[in-house]
């Protein structure tokens, strides 16, 4: 990890909004525990995802969570998945995610800012 400093033009260019999880599934072809999320983020679209959420989630409370992403990353090929965001949460030592949440409902496709 870099501790150079980010300027504000960098912190501008990463695309950060809420979105809610439309579905969550089992990714037994990935390398590390992890579900297939699909996320609809407003008029930005709905987009698909992996995430290391089985630890502390299981796919039917994920449903429906609204949950904050990095949308603008270029896709990445994740075993057979092609994912195109990145949901952010708070990590653990022993690996667990926890994720970052709007402190109350929003639009979907919100900025954060």
Known sequence: MSNEPLTWADFEKVEIRTGTVLSAE?????????????????????????????????????????????????????????????????VADDGSVTLLQPERPTDNGLRIG
Not at 50 to 63: D, F, G, I
Not at 78 to 90: D, K, N, Q, R, Y
Request: glycine fraction near 6%.
């Open 26 to 90: 089992s990714f037994p072809e990935a390398r590390k525990p992890a579900y297939k999320l699909t996320i609809d983020f407003g008029d930005s679209g709905v987009k698909r995802t992996s995430a290391q959420l089985t630890k502390q989630y299981k796919p039917a409370e994920l449903v429906g969570m609204q949950v904050v992403a990095v949308v603008n990353f270029p896709p990445k090929q994740i075993a057979t998945f092609m994912s195109e965001c990145l949901v952010l949460g708070a």
